[in-house]
């Protein structure tokens, strides 16, 4: 046994966490997008996975198109820069590889349910006895304590269990609860999730002394949520008002111009006044319901509408401009395509285009944040199923898996 296997990467590692060593139990996107953070910052993310099944690995190797049946687009999206080896935790030779990776972490990260775990003997005690430095981050639907503990947990059951699908109903123009047609659940509490390991990391850089970190989804989402729709019920007795009303109201969303939309959000005194005049409208600032910041919040949805009424005098390409002239802010609306080819995405290097062993081309997205000592960055294409068994295996000089 040679203690972490010192892996081998198509480039060097250049981020801030490199050196870090991480085991990856978690699936879906949730646990993967957390852990692709940690992949992008340098750290050393060993993926594990049940290799058993007609769909074995994580199952969103199998959503969408895919150039080798493995690597799905969400899957390909969130496990660059990441190792993949099979391993079944019932199997007990295969159990000894994963308590032998374990005993030489920084972090266990896993989205699995404790009783699971309970029955693998990968639960935190077990964990800590071998390792007792660990930061063991489970990733839950509900926290331990409440009567929702036990339940399964999607990103569906999040945003309707946490008052966000009602904030459409409460908006008015759908008459109905919805959801946002994106995994915001998911991706958000994959955030608090990474905020949480490197806080508890922090704790062990300061005091050697590792644990339990819960990361439940319902809690940090309704916590997500709620910063600013609790609104009338923070103070106690409460109004019974709850959403901020700026963001609930229906009339918030791109405005119409001549020839297409505009995202338009003057926000200070100065910004209102000059924007009311370049519409025409300079009356408009010195109405007492529109004068000041206060009074615009509660009359908000008859401000949106002249905001709409001002916007249609203009094309886009006239408004964005004379906008940015008076520091005013605004954004060109992009439909999803025109994304792909924004000019300022594309003048960062945003999107970029790699050539994958398995994969042949396809579009990636450069990590968001910049560091400018230890810059993250992709120095590995997504794995297919297992295709480091024999590196890592034999680097802890356990025997190739013959499966």
């Not at 996975?49 to 390909?76: C, Q, V, W």
Request: charged share 25%.
């Amino acid at each position: 046994m040679s203690g972490w296997p010192e892996l081998k990467w198509d480039a060097e590692q250049t981020g801030p966490l490199k050196g870090l060593k991480i085991v990856d139990m978690s699936t879906v996107v949730l646990g993967p997008f957390a852990t692709l953070n940690f992949a992008d910052m340098g750290a050393d993310v060993i993926k594990i996975e049940n290799g058993e099944g007609k769909f074995a690995g994580d199952m969103m190797r199998h959503a969408g198109d895919s150039p080798t049946g493995d690597l799905g687009p969400i899957y390909t999206a969130l496990n660059r820069n990441k190792k993949s080896i099979t391993l079944n935790g019932k199997n007990e030779d295969d159990k000894a590889v994963i308590l032998e990776l374990l005993k030489h972490a920084d972090v266990f990260f896993h989205n699995v349910r404790l009783a699971g775990m309970e029955r693998l003997g990968l639960d935190y005690e077990s964990v800590k006895a071998i390792n007792p430095g660990i930061v063991y981050v489970h990733c839950a639907g509900f926290g331990q304590g409440g009567e929702y503990e036990k339940r399964q947990a999607y990103d569906d059951l999040i945003q309707c269990a946490s008052g966000f699908a009602s904030l459409f109903e409460m908006r008015g123009d759908s008459g109905r609860p919805l959801y946002m047609p994106s995994l915001v659940a998911d991706k958000t509490i994959g955030l608090f999730a990474v905020n949480a390991t490197l806080a508890a990391l922090y704790h062990k850089e300061k005091t050697g002394e590792g644990q339990f970190v819960q990361v439940p989804m319902f809690e940090a989402f309704t916590w997500f949520n709620m910063v600013e729709n609790l609104w009338g019920e923070t103070f106690i007795p409460g109004n019974g008002r709850l959403a901020y009303t700026r963001s609930i109201n229906e009339n918030r969303k791109p405005y119409p111009t001549k020839d297409g939309y505009i995202g338009l959000v003057p926000y200070n005194d100065a910004q209102w006044r000059k924007f009311f005049e370049l519409g025409g409208k300079p009356g408009v600032f010195d109405e007492p319901r529109f004068s000041d910041y206060s009074q615009r919040t509660k009359n908000i949805t008859a401000l949106y509408a002249i905001i709409e009424e001002i916007a249609a005098t203009k094309t886009t390409d006239e408004w964005l401009p004379l906008l940015d002239e008076n520091n005013i802010p605004a954004m060109r609306y992009n439909k999803m395509e025109d994304v792909l080819t924004d000019p300022h995405l594309e003048q960062v290097g945003f999107w970029q285009e790699r050539d994958g062993k398995k994969t042949g081309k396809y579009r990636t997205i450069k990590h968001p944040v910049h560091y400018s000592a230890s810059p993250a960055n992709i120095y590995a294409d997504p794995p297919t199923l297992g295709a480091d068994n024999d590196e890592i295996r034999g680097a802890l000089g356990m025997p190739a898996n013959d499966d």
